[in-house]
């Protein structure tokens, strides 16, 4: 059976929409708002215009998703409406197609509806990631936050995260550290008298979930932390310790303690300290 020239399609009932298996002039896709080349639909009549993927044009008016089961969710244009919906997914605005159900105001984008197969690989774990189509409440591995969405699971691993935190990358340069940092996750065991506060802000660490270490200097800084004070530099031509000039070189600690507190259960907590950002100590206050 040969391919089907030409369709009639909702968002253009004036004149049916053309197919070309090869279009190259990259205009944006009225379903998903993407530049469109290869297979593609459009209006003829209409200077080219409407143009759409060849799967946006496809896309099934009605969608039963295991994210929604109990009600059908209907594609729909947002912008025709004038009011784009927030994509329970991906939690964005966005100007495409969305599956919506109006009856309990869930919508899905239309990227974001795919059931096919979703894996990522994240620079800072040695297997690819799965998506589940399933809302639960779970703990993010990297973050340690509680959350109810759709997380991406390493099975051999038991490993849950966020699939905004799959971004974090593997290492960093940070402003006030001469050596690189590296993610570790739930896999680095630090001594249990130690404790471990946060070489940035100076707060306690929870190191069972995921932040940025050097090993060498014991230097610990939470992944938010680190990414707000990195270094936009090439990595793969930063020189380490031993070839950095000395006149370059920043501290190895952004502070030093200068007095702590015993808390119950023997946890220090640093009560004064000497911090590069300030001239005189600074003292925890509660």
Request: hydrophobic share 30%; glycine share 4%; net charge negative.
């Amino acid at each position: 059976m040969g391919q089907q020239q030409q369709l009639q399609h909702f968002i253009h009932p004036n004149h049916p929409l053309l197919f070309n298996p090869d279009d190259r002039r990259g205009y944006s896709c009225w379903g998903c708002d993407e530049s469109v080349y290869g297979p593609t639909y459009s209006c003829k009549e209409c200077g080219g215009g409407y143009s759409h993927h060849k799967s946006c044009t496809e896309l099934p008016l009605k969608l039963h998703h295991p994210l929604h089961p109990i009600h059908p969710l209907i594609l729909f244009p947002p912008w025709r409406y004038r009011e784009n919906y927030k994509c329970e997914l991906c939690k964005a605005y966005k100007a495409e197609y969305t599956y919506r159900c109006s009856r309990c105001d869930f919508n899905l984008h239309i990227t974001c509806a795919s059931l096919a197969p979703t894996t990522m690989e994240p620079e800072f774990h040695y297997h690819p990631l799965t998506s589940v189509w399933k809302w639960i409440t779970f703990t993010c591995d990297i973050c340690g936050k509680k959350d109810e969405c759709t997380p991406y699971l390493c099975n051999p691993c038991s490993f849950w995260i966020h699939g905004r935190c799959s971004l974090f990358p593997r290492k960093v340069k940070v402003v006030h550290h001469k050596h690189l940092l590296h993610l570790i996750h739930s896999s680095l065991e630090f001594h249990q008298s130690d404790s471990q506060f946060c070489q940035i802000c100076v707060q306690e660490v929870d190191t069972c979930y995921g932040l940025y270490y050097c090993s060498r200097c014991d230097f610990v800084a939470h992944l938010n932390c680190a990414m707000g004070n990195k270094e936009n530099i090439n990595l793969q031509e930063f020189k380490d310790e031993d070839e950095v000039s000395e006149l370059n070189e920043l501290v190895d600690s952004t502070y030093k303690v200068k007095k702590y507190n015993m808390r119950e259960g023997g946890i220090q907590i640093a009560a004064e300290i000497k911090h590069f950002s300030h001239e005189h100590d600074l003292m925890l206050t509660e």
